[in-house]
């Protein structure tokens, strides 16, 4: 029996004194398949800019055996994420939240924060063996067409109003959360951020396209994402396809993995464009192909705010973007790149080459890219954020040094 609640000094557990940490224990929770996607890198991120304040553990939930789980735990060692394996053999795996428990006990967690419908589920349910404080970030809801979808759906807009902290990456999410009954004064608006120190360009475009054997006076167009439906990756391969009819000697490489690859890559296919249109899978080290891309595009039909849009404008790529969720607050049409209608073929293909042929555009909105995310979206201040709403869940005042976490997050570089 659990006599007291976790963030203090020392807790009694089963009748017995039992130390724990001193600094108060958050648990990311989240399910997975593969190598993961833009979410993982703000949860991998999260854990050294909080050092001074918290102790933050990362616990996956993914299939067993899946290969994809060894590329994460790369990422993780990189960022220097404790990060936690649950196998999940699906949706009726009871052992799954049986670990979880374990976990909550072990570690004395104060704070449960999820990142999806089954582990906001599985907070909810936990809290009635465990006593702490839940709180949650909405990423986006895709439109996967799959049969279980829609009931995922709807167990996440269920479970979301039970929380005590909603924190959504962009205003139309967080306008859904209010519509299923989030209230207002635990509903958060905090937006993606970027590492700028990790994301910083290193070398000029020429360098990098040598580097990666682009043929001389070729322009690069990439993407970055998983490989699903509402990525809307068909439609920048027809893109492509028109640029090049129209002789512009271009090539697009679409960096992710997915299950809409095979049906992308048969499209490629029917269209003879292998040669300039490739599939480069997971890339556990994207710097360089930023760094070598002269157009970054974002097709999506859905989004909440991607994080590889922000990577590439802090790698001073200049970005065409479909006008979705939280792009627009980012992106302002002419000013820090081009933004575009979502599904609208022609005006994407249009926006391509108008910034591959007009340099002076190219120029003046790669670097107001970079400082569009120095200003706004650094990850250290998006940290800051999230240690308040942390801190205003245990009724804790800020530390001393209100940017202690920051400054050792600072001392210790990345490996690279």
């Known amino acids: 029996m659990v006599l007291s609640v976790t963030g203090s000094d020392r807790a009694f557990v089963a009748g017995r004194r039992k130390p724990v940490s001193r600094l108060p224990v958050v648990l990311h929770t989240r399910v997975t398949n593969g190598s993961g996607g833009g979410p993982d890198k703000t949860i991998l991120n999260s854990p050294r800019f ?19 789980f060894d590329k994460l735990r790369t990422k993780a060692a990189l960022w220097r994420a404790p ?41 909810l349910l936990l809290r009635r063996f465990w006593p702490m404080h839940l709180i949650t970030t909405v990423h986006g809801w ?11 759906y709807r167990i996440d807009r269920l479970c979301l109003p039970r929380y005590d902290r909603v924190i959504c990456v962009s205003e139309d999410l967080r ?21 700028v120190q990790e994301y910083s360009r290193r070398e000029s475009v020429e360098n990098a396209k040598a580097h990666l054997g ?48 095979p ?49 590439a404008m802090a790698m001073e790529v200049p970005v065409v973007a479909t006008r979705i969720a939280g792009v627009p607050r980012v992106i302002h049409n002419e000013q820090n790149g081009l933004l575009v209608e979502p599904g609208a073929s022609a005006e994407l293909t249009s926006a391509i080459g108008r910034l591959l042929r007009d340099r002076p555009l190219h120029e003046r909105l790669r670097r107001q890219a ?8 650094s990850f250290a201040v998006r940290m800051k954020k999230i240690r308040a709403e942390y801190d205003q869940l245990l009724h804790l005042g800020l530390p001393r040094d209100p940017d202690a976490d920051f400054k050792a997050a600072a001392t210790q570089p990345l490996f690279q």
Request: proline share 5%; aromatic share 8%.
């Open 50 to 68: 909080l050092t001074a304040s918290y102790r933050l553990l990362c616990a996956y939930m993914h299939p067993p055996g899946d290969r994809g």
């Open 83 to 123: 990060l936690l394996s649950v196998p999940d053999r699906g949706p009726w795996d009871w052992q799954v939240a049986t670990e979880l428990l374990r976990i909550c006990r072990k570690e004395q967690v104060s704070i449960w924060h999820g990142h999806d419908y089954k582990s906001n589920a599985l907070g």
């Open 142 to 152: 895709g439109v996967e067409d799959t049969r279980r979808a829609p009931l995922y």
């Open 175 to 195: 306008d859904q959360c209010l519509s299923c009954g989030v209230p207002p004064e635990r509903c958060a608006l905090i937006e993606n951020a970027i590492d």
């Open 214 to 261: 682009v043929p001389g006076g070729r322009r690069t167009i990439g993407a970055v994402g998983r490989l699903s439906a509402e990525k809307g990756f068909d439609l920048l391969i027809r893109s492509v396809d028109e640029l090049l009819k129209d002789g512009l000697d271009v090539c697009l490489w679409i960096i992710g993995e997915g299950e809409q690859r």
């Open 263 to 311: 049906h992308l890559q048969a499209l490629v296919e029917r269209l003879e464009r292998q040669d300039r249109i490739q599939f480069l899978g997971y890339r556990s080290n994207t710097a360089m192909y930023y760094q070598a891309m002269d157009v970054f595009a974002l097709s999506s039909y859905r989004e909440g705010l991607p994080n590889a849009m922000l990577e």
């Open 370 to 377: 970079r400082t569009t995310v120095e200003n706004r979206y």
